[in-house]
């Protein structure tokens, strides 16, 4: 079943995004789609395996792929510049490993609104472009932005434009399907009932890193502003009938580049598990 009037939105988080993976693969597995998609970083990503139907994919990539020191490593950060590393995550997996359901996926962004969040480097805001084929240059890199982790990933560049992790920007994009005319949203959150987000530990590496991008620096400084802003927002929309939220029902700590694939698969299974036990409440409101 379609709901075109309903987008879904996943926040990112790098592997706590496995938690966003279990419940994507529960909505597939009902053949639950939507007429919008919006992810952020690790979100992104796991939208597209949701979108080429491929069940399973991202949590393999997680767990199986992730454990070769080609995917990440601090090897890869000191050579290359990227602590995932892009031509292993985003042309080997996709094209030989584990290859990607190319024209299913571009089918269905014909028919859904897939868009990606990305931070300008420059100016600090965030770009929510369209994408349609992961085999268009363009569109890959877009991905590939929007999961690019400040000091640990290099910086993306599109047409002259510098791009790095949405989620410095907008963490939970939810807003701008709003204003793409959508009527309401499921929203994946990748944290507890309950968190608030602080201040980024590592601002002060971010800012002597990125002393040349001001805007930047200023949107990493108050990122932790407009999450929580963000947070309230959700809750209001919750309130209203406008949004659907899902977050994990209980605390697994992991952090955005866990190495530890109990951990990842034990917050897999909870958003499987969250999802299953939703079901019925899901379906309410989207029949609503």
């Known amino acids: 079943m379609k709901y075109k009037n309903t987008a879904i939105v996943v926040e990112g988080g790098g592997l706590r995004g496995s938690y966003a993976g279990g419940v994507l693969d ?38 199986v792929h992730s454990k070769s020191p080609r995917y990440m490593s601090f090897r890869n950060l000191l050579f290359t510049g990227d602590y995932f590393a892009f031509d292993y995550c985003y042309k080997q997996i996709p094209y030989k490993i584990d290859p990607f359901e190319f024209d299913k996926f571009a089918a269905q962004c014909q ?18 472009p ?9 569109d890959m890199n877009r991905i590939r932005a929007s999961a690019s982790l400040p000091i640990l ?10 791009f790095l992790d949405g989620g410095v920007a907008d963490s939970i994009p939810f807003e701008p399907m709003f204003k793409s005319g959508f009527e309401r949203a ?17 601002l002060p590496l971010v800012k002597l890193a990125f002393r040349h991008y001001p805007k930047f620096v200023e949107a990493v400084a108050t990122r932790h502003i ?20 899902y977050r994990p029902s209980r605390l697994i700590k992991i952090s955005d580049i866990e190495s530890n694939k109990k951990k990842i698969a034990e917050l897999y299974e909870l958003g499987k598990e969250d999802a299953h036990n939703k079901m019925p409440d899901l379906l309410k409101f989207l029949e609503g």
């Open 153 to 162: 990933s290099k910086i993306v560049e599109i047409h002259g434009k510098k």
């Open 111 to 128: 028919e859904t609104e897939f868009r990606v969040c990305m931070t300008d480097v420059e100016t600090g805001l965030a770009e929510y």
């Open 186 to 202: 499921v929203v994946i959150l990748t944290r507890p009932l309950g968190y608030r987000k602080k201040v980024n530990k590592a």
């Open 226 to 245: 407009r999450y929580n802003q963000a947070l309230d927002k959700l809750a209001k929309l919750e309130s209203e009938g406008k949004v659907f939220i």
């Open 130 to 138: 369209r994408i349609l084929d992961y085999r268009n240059e363009d």
């Open 26 to 63: 529960v909505l597939a597995d009902k053949e639950i789609k939507f007429g919008g998609a919006c992810g952020t970083s690790a979100g992104a990503t796991h939208l597209c395996s949701f979108l080429s139907g491929q069940i399973g994919r991202n949590f393999r990539v997680d767990t």
